[in-house]
C-alpha cells in the first residue's frame, strides 16, 4: 500500500494476470479441469479469439441481460 500526502492509501499491484493465466501456472492444472478438457483444448480456444474482442462481447452480453432487467420493471 502506498500513502499519498492527504493520506488515501492505494493498493499497487506488483503483477496483473488474467485467470487463465494463473490457472496456466497452476501446478498439476489437469487435477482442476472438467472431465474430457484437455490443457490443449483450452489454450485453442485462448488463441481463437483477442481479449479485446472477448471484452466487447461480454460488455454487450451485460447490456442485453440488464435490457431485460428494465423491461420486466416497467411492466
Do not use: H
Request: charged share 35%.
Amino acid at each position: 500500500m502506498v500513502t499519498n500526502c492527504k493520506g488515501k492509501q492505494r493498493r499497487i499491484y506488483r503483477w496483473y494476470a488474467t485467470p487463465w493465466e494463473i490457472l496456466r501456472q497452476t501446478p498439476d492444472m489437469a487435477r482442476y479441469l472438467r472431465e474430457g478438457m484437455t490443457r490443449a483444448e483450452l489454450e485453442r480456444q485462448a488463441g481463437t479469439k483477442s481479449d479485446t474482442e472477448v471484452a466487447r462481447r461480454m460488455q454487450e452480453a451485460k447490456q442485453k441481460l440488464r435490457a431485460g432487467f428494465r423491461q420486466k420493471r416497467s411492466a
